[in-house]
């Protein structure tokens, strides 16, 4: 028997980076959970470049595509069992594919203090940290060490890597990146940032020499989405990312104007298109006073 090999992808494996054996802390930086955010693959591959010129205290486990079956096929579910790995953590091992991937994974980061999973909200979203900030006040520090200007508070969706970390003890929150769906499309400066963004905050945890100073962060509740109402044409004025007022315009639906329900940040709002009923036309997060 012979075996003919087609393709150097394998899709039923990752590949672990590691950095650095010193005593200091245990970081771990996962990409591609989900395979078409490719935003965050590519950040993941930037910063693999980086430290390799760096000298790393602690120790750094990076993974770049955690999910390599969705990645080669460029979809966010496991094309082994349709499910999506992001709501299958802890996982199984003799669970499904993506159950066993994701109990792989689980495994593979438990020795971590600190992890950063790095995601993709899609070509009409915006950067931002993604963090229960609520239920575990000490992120908000690392929020502001990471220094991406929008932090939002999570609605906890079990299964996830970061939500299931944080319940056994690890410090653990998501970078959420424009682009990935559709089609893995990759917003360069975005990834670019992001990855500076990272170094900054492994320069604070002590993983990598040099100081930081805490950035000018602002914490946003929980994203609410507002839908259209029933099928119409929607044409956005404002943009992704962008602070708002409450009766601010955003836009218009059928004609009507579309306003800020509350003072906050645009998340995603999406291009000019036919929304049917119940789609999103934007997602807004409200500013949160203290
Ligand atoms: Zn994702």
Not at 144 to 169: H, R
Not at 202 to 220: A, H, I, M, N
Not at 245 to 261: D, H, I, M, N, Q
Request: with cysteine.
């Amino acid at each position: 028997m012979r075996e003919v090999h087609f393709e150097q992808t394998s899709v039923t494996s990752f590949s672990v980076y590691e950095f650095g054996t010193g005593d200091g802390p245990a970081v771990a930086i996962t990409a591609g959970v989900h395979g078409d955010e490719q935003t965050a693959i590519h950040t993941a591959f930037l910063l693999r470049k980086a430290l390799g010129e760096q000298t790393v205290l602690g120790r750094i486990k990076l993974i770049p595509i955690c999910n390599p079956a969705a990645y080669r096929n460029r979809s966010r579910r496991s094309p082994f069992d349709g499910l999506d790995m992001n709501r299958s953590f802890p996982g199984s091992a003799q669970g499904s594919p993506t159950m066993q991937l994701a109990n792989a994974l689980w495994q593979e980061t438990r020795d971590a203090q600190y992890i950063v999973d790095l995601h993709c909200c899609g070509v009409e979203g915006s950067t931002y940290t993604l963090a229960q900030y609520e239920e575990y006040p000490d992120l908000r520090e690392l929020a502001e060490a990471i220094g991406i200007p929008v932090v939002i508070q999570s609605g906890g969706t079990s299964g996830q890597l970061f939500t299931e970390s944080c319940k056994v003890g690890q410090k653990a929150l998501i970078i959420e990146l424009p682009g990935g769906q559709p089609g893995g499309m990759i917003d360069v400066e975005a990834a670019e940032q992001c990855c500076e963004a990272l170094i900054g905050y492994l320069r604070y945890l002590g993983v990598l020499q040099g100081k930081t100073q805490p950035q000018e962060v602002t914490f946003y509740g929980k994203i609410v989405t507002m839908a259209a109402p029933h099928p119409g044409l929607f044409l956005p004025e404002a943009t992704p990312g962008m602070r708002c007022k409450a009766g601010e315009y955003l836009g218009s639906f059928e004609g009507t104007p579309v306003t800020a329900p509350f003072d906050g940040v645009i998340s995603t709002i999406s291009k000019v298109r036919y929304c049917f009923a119940g789609e999103r036309m934007a997602a807004v997060a409200p500013h949160k006073t203290e």
